[in-house]
């Protein structure tokens, strides 16, 4: 049985925790912090929103499943967030087979889910069905948090718990802008941040935002942008520390050895090709695998496989029933 605790919730920042650190940081202007203002409230309209913390449950896609057919019920459009694309799609099977158990299959016709590796004409299909209200629920993973505009929503649920407030809070606030939203924090029994949360739901209200770091000195990224740099636009031996950070000239040493970057008699460093296509600062190859369907012969899905696994084409392939 699930439990509710609930709050009533005004618009809450979904941000970083240090964005005036990370502007300068980011901006090379740390020296400089009189140059950046920093605004923390926005005054954009905000209606407000409800959570709903649940209980942890040891059954979280049937939970999650019976409240998305009640939203449907109620002709209430919403967004499901769950933390992997495996998820999602399970949520999505028992949603149409539990749908069709209770005869009413056409109200599973108004769910569709959403993840990066689909395509790009079929991630926009969907958002815009979900404007017409053709779709009434996404099933989405992190790819909805933000940088899309959704039209406005009734609902939110966020099955499990994303691992950051950051990303609670991105998920949160897409419901509750024009009119007042309800959201719902299903955890799961099997995660121990979950059932944290679940015990202690003031600390999801009350706890800073995590703050975010990077390095700009490492060296692989900088090796990468030293290349590119010097092809657009020779450099200046003078001005490589400047440009580029104190471990630059350590950087730009090893790249001339590797015959990568080149010194001109005049002291500057040039480049050539275009190495900017093998710049890659995710955690995945840039080889494509495929999902196709078998029928049509139309690609469904394009996924890059993840570091170390075996390449067994420049292009892999694979069919599957839609």
């Not at 299909?125 to 989405?140: N, P, Y």
Request: proline letters at 4%; aromatic letters at 6%.
């Amino acid at each position: 049985m699930v439990i509710p605790t609930h709050y009533s919730l005004s618009a809450k920042r979904a941000t970083i925790g240090n964005p005036q650190e990370m502007a300068l940081r980011l901006g090379g202007r740390t020296d400089q912090p009189q140059r950046l203002h920093l605004i923390e409230s926005s005054g954009a309209h905000s209606a407000g929103r409800t959570l709903l913390c649940l209980a942890p449950s040891s059954a979280a896609n049937v939970d999650a499943c019976k409240i998305i057919l009640s939203w449907l019920q109620h002709d209430l459009s919403g967004i499901v967030f769950c933390n992997s694309r495996a998820a999602v799609k399970g949520l999505m099977g028992l949603i149409q087979r539990e749908a069709q158990r209770q005869g009413f299959s056409s109200k599973a016709s108004s769910v569709a889910v959403f993840y990066s590796s689909l395509t790009s004409d079929r991630r926009q299909e969907i958002i815009q069905k979900l404007r017409t209200g053709e779709i009434k629920v996404i099933i989405s993973t992190s790819s909805l948090e933000a940088g899309i505009d959704l039209p406005e929503l009734d609902c939110c649920l966020l099955r499990g718990f994303p691992g950051s407030l950051m990303s609670f809070w991105q998920r949160v606030g897409r419901a509750g802008r024009k009119q007042h939203g309800l959201v719902i924090y299903l955890p799961l029994a099997q995660n121990p941040i979950d059932v944290y949360y679940a015990k202690n739901p003031e600390q999801l209200l009350s706890k800073e935002i995590e703050s975010a770091a990077f390095n700009p000195d490492y060296p692989t990224i900088l090796g990468k942008h030293l290349e590119c740099g010097c092809v657009e636009s020779a450099v200046s031996l003078q001005e490589l520390n400047r440009r580029f950070g104190y471990v630059a000239l350590a950087v730009a040493d090893s790249l001339l050895q590797q015959n990568k970057l080149y010194l001109s008699n005049n002291g500057k460093l040039w480049g050539k090709g275009y190495p900017h296509k093998d710049v890659n600062i995710r955690s995945t190859l840039n080889t494509q695998i495929k999902l196709v369907d078998k029928h049509t012969g139309e690609t469904i899905e394009s996924m890059s496989l993840p570091l170390g696994a075996t390449r067994f084409s420049e292009v892999g392939q694979k069919t599957s029933d839609r």
